[in-house]
């Protein structure tokens, strides 16, 4: 890996370091799980970053191996030297050797650390390890940023579940599709290519069978970058996925979540695209006959290496999600159009009649892109 060459002012080195850090890491968005996204930068004493890596997929060294290799390549000595890494350095045998003794060998001076590993076999037992060495170590440089890389690791380590966010496209009344249910396409071109950049940050993307059948999405990544492919995760009670559809075709796994009573040609079918079916109990039929369990499906998709999921809808998944509280964030995206009273509404099925009932949110952001509005939130308690 080659990158250029940069110098930090003595008083910004510590934040301009680990923005380069982080930077570094946000590279293998989406790549890495179940492991978390992680850069690391070394520093030499007249404040120059001589090394540079992240980690890019599991199973790879991580990012301090990348970083103190790139280092060495150019013979620099890292006694006396600062290591910057978003998550504290791993002091235990996984896929590879643990990153600290590697750490110390070198004889780094200090260590700075954007963030904790949530992960109960370390939680600040590496830190312990450098100061009982003599490094000198700080901990939370650049820490909310940092923190924002691992959110879906520290999901799974927390919640048994991936970080959820629920994207969805509506008019200025709040409507995703006319009442004849035509919905491509609300938002413009910007919005749309927006909304393949979130795709491309995340392991997996959701959406419910109505969506499969109304609109065949390609359910993938349309960017220049390469991307390997998302898992394509489609809730699917009865198994009315047609075998045709355009999800097929594309990079990336599927997986369809079904009825625990529900087999037969369908489900053989579907096998033999290359699915992954997978039945799960119903969920709280209220709302909808065919609802199934999203507990149950998002601890079956934490195990499967997902940790963090974009949910694109339809209108009774996302619904689901909010009535349920099963979601950490939301990106909103509002198109200066009215499509009227009988056109579809965003969140079927969820009916508040109190105000103190709302279900809210919070660290708010608003910002143009071409003629849409978006607007970002996360849910209160969320690991981010």
């Not at 959406?207 to 609109?215: E, L, R, Y």
């Not at 608003?366 to 981010?384: K, M, W």
Request: with cysteine.
């Amino acid at each position: 890996m080659t990158f250029p060459r940069f110098r930090a002012k003595t008083s910004s080195m510590n934040s301009a370091a680990m923005i380069e850090a982080i930077k570094l890491a946000s590279t293998a968005r989406g790549m890495t799980a179940p492991n978390p996204i992680v850069g690391a930068v070394v520093v030499n004493e007249k404040g120059e970053i001589i090394g540079r890596g992240f980690h890019p997929k599991a199973g790879e060294p991580h990012a301090e191996v990348f970083a103190i290799r790139d280092a060495k390549k150019k013979q620099n000595d890292l006694r006396g030297c600062t290591l910057f890494v978003t998550l504290e350095p791993c002091n235990h045998f996984g896929r590879t050797p643990p990153c600290l003794d590697l750490v110390l060998s070198e004889g780094f001076k200090k260590v700075k650390v954007g963030s904790l590993d949530p992960n109960p076999l370390m939680q600040g037992k590496s830190i312990q390890k450098l100061k009982d060495a003599g490094v000198d170590v700080e901990i939370g440089v650049e820490g909310l940023n940092a923190e924002k890389l691992i959110r879906g690791y520290k999901s799974v380590m927390l919640n048994a579940r991936p970080y959820v966010s629920l994207k969805c496209a509506t008019s200025l009344d709040g409507k995703i599709a006319t009442r004849t249910g035509e919905s491509q396409w609300i938002t413009e071109a910007p919005a749309r290519q927006l909304a393949h950049i979130e795709r491309a940050e995340h392991d997996a993307i959701m959406v419910g069978v109505g969506t499969v059948i109304a609109d065949d999405p390609q359910l993938n990544v349309r960017l220049n970058s390469a991307h390997a492919g998302l898992k394509k995760i489609i809730l699917d009670s009865r198994l009315r996925t047609p075998p045709t559809s355009k999800l097929f075709s594309t990079m990336g796994p599927v997986i369809i979540y079904c009825d625990s009573q529900y087999s037969g040609e369908r489900k053989v079918n579907l096998e033999k695209t290359g699915a992954i079916v997978v039945p799960v109990d119903s969920g709280d039929q209220t709302f909808h006959k065919d609802s199934l369990d999203l507990n149950t499906v998002l601890k079956d998709l934490a195990k499967r290496g997902v940790q963090e999921l974009m949910v694109e809808g339809g209108a009774r998944v996302l619904g689901a999600f909010v009535r349920e509280k099963l979601f950490d964030r939301l990106v909103y995206i509002i198109a200066p159009k009215i499509l009227g009273s009988e056109s579809r509404d965003v969140f079927e099925g969820l009916n508040i009649d109190k105000l103190k009932e709302s279900v809210c949110l919070e660290n708010i952001s608003t910002r143009l892109v071409g003629t849409d509005i978006i607007i970002e939130g996360t849910r209160p308690c969320s690991p981010a």
